[in-house]
Each structure stands twice: as C-alpha cells, then as structure tokens.
C-alpha cells in the first residue's frame, strides 16, 4: 500500500513563493516516477513536472518552467514543489502521483498509480 500526503496549499500574493510538500509512505521503493499536477475550477486536470527519484533529473511542463523546481529528500521520503513568481494562473489544487514504472507518459494523469488528497493554492493578483 502507498500513501501520499500533500501540505504546504494556502493563499499568496502575485509574485510570492510557496513550497508544497508530499510525504510518501509505504511501499515507496516501488515508485520511480513521481510529479505534480494541478487542477483549476472548470479545468482538467494539468501537468505540473514530475521528477526520476533514483537519479533526481526533472522535467517541467511549460507554464511552469523556470518559476517551479521540484525536489526530493530521500531520508525523509519527501518530494517539495518550490514556487516561485506565483500568478493568479497558478490558482489550483496541486496533486501529489506517484508511478509504479519510469517509463510513462509524464503528462497523462491515467499513467499514474497513486494519487494524494490534494491541497489547495490561491494566488491573489
């Protein structure tokens, strides 16, 4: 059984940073693939950037590139999402996933296993 845990959601101004977390439990080592997606109010549900825990190499989607970096910490089985340059387009509920495989398709929601409860983010403009 895997359970993800994410924390960190709450309101900021335009322009301000967050950092999210989501703590893994369970049968992690079988996890290689791990990201982040988001979902706005009428909206499906977006590809945020995902991250190879073995190796740590990350990939972003564009929106989010340059402004987003997402990191793990092996000890506390933790990955973080860093957010930085926030706009009232980051407004969302940010997902935590996790993959039983490394080779998915990054962006597709369906190739992931596991998902956390979410945790709301609101960026005032």
């Known amino acids: 059984q895997v359970q993800l845990v994410e924390s960190g959601g709450g309101l900021v101004q335009a322009g301000g940073s967050l950092r999210l977390s989501c703590a893994a439990s369970g049968r992690t080592f079988s996890l290689p693939r791990m990201g982040w997606f988001r979902q706005a109010p009428g909206k499906e549900r977006e590809f945020v950037g995902c991250?190879?825990?073995?190796?740590?190499?990350?990939m972003y989607a564009n929106s989010v590139k340059g402004r987003f970096t997402i990191s793990r910490d092996n000890a506390k089985n933790t990955m973080y999402l860093q957010m930085n340059s926030l706009t009232s387009e980051d407004t969302a509920v940010y997902y935590c996933a996790a993959a039983q495989i490394l080779r998915v398709l990054l962006e597709n929601p369906n190739h992931y296993d596991y998902w956390g409860q979410g945790t709301q983010v609101t960026v005032s403009s």
């Open positions: 991250i190879n825990w073995s190796v740590g190499s990350t």
